[in-house]
């Protein structure tokens, strides 16, 4: 069964408009935002590209990089928080009203970044060596540090009670790779040590909407 969202709180009169999201052919930072339009069964297009493409695009765009939203073909935007925000509150995915239940979506997505940023930053080590070592690092030190912070942060069947939110779907899209074991050196169970943030991933993972979009795009 489709989770709550937040239908009541949340104007939906610029669902209307024609969204292209442009990324690369590949989950990262556009899947939460992916996710959300999709369960909120907005319309888009989903460009992907590859990277001799973005070199094409680069001076065109706001800071240069990806993802970013072309809103009725006029207006683009980037960074990938702000877009997954507004999406989030097109989808019912926001609470728009409930200022505090919002200040809790927001410090679970900055601490979600606090996850993945170390991990990032070892993608562009060359030596295998050295690159193992330091996510060994982060495994030991850091990230225990923040995955126990977040698993207190919870509250409920989803992060912030019943309603799902972006915040679940940050998480589900960093534990899917996780999971799929993508990082050399990061244990693909190291969730199972969080019962309630490896819950949640189960609770999205469960959203009929995911299942189709995981199944098309396996």
């Known amino acids: 069964r489709r989770p709550q969202a937040f239908k009541n709180e ?11 999201l442009t990324y690369f052919n590949g989950k990262g930072r556009a899947e939460p935002i992916r996710l959300a339009f999709v369960i909120g069964k907005i319309e888009f297009e989903d460009e992907r590209i590859g990277y001799p493409q ?29 877009i997954l925000r507004y999406v989030g509150k097109l989808a019912g995915l926001y609470p728009t009203e409930d200022h505090m239940l919002a200040l809790r979506v927001d410090e679970f997505c900055n601490g979600m970044d606090d996850v993945v940023a170390p991990l990032l930053a070892t993608l562009s080590e060359k030596d295998q060596e050295k690159k193992l070592a330091m996510r060994k690092n982060i495994v030991e030190s850091s990230l225990p540090r923040y995955l126990g ?70």
């Open 149 to 218: 912070a977040l698993e207190n942060l919870v509250q409920g069947k989803f992060v912030v009670g019943e309603h799902v939110t972006i915040a679940d779907l940050k998480l589900y899209a960093s534990v899917s790779q996780i999971k799929a074991g993508v990082l050399d050196g990061v244990p693909a169970d190291l969730y199972e040590k969080y019962p309630k943030l490896n819950a949640i991933f189960n609770a999205v993972d469960s959203i009929p909407e995911v299942q189709a979009w995981n199944a098309a795009h396996a």
């Open 10 to 20: 949340v104007e939906m009169v610029q669902t209307d408009k024609k969204m292209k």
């Open 54 to 82: 973005l070199l094409e695009r680069k001076s065109k765009l706001p800071f240069g990089s990806l993802p970013v939203l072309e809103i009725d073909g006029t207006t683009t935007v980037a960074q990938s928080d702000a």
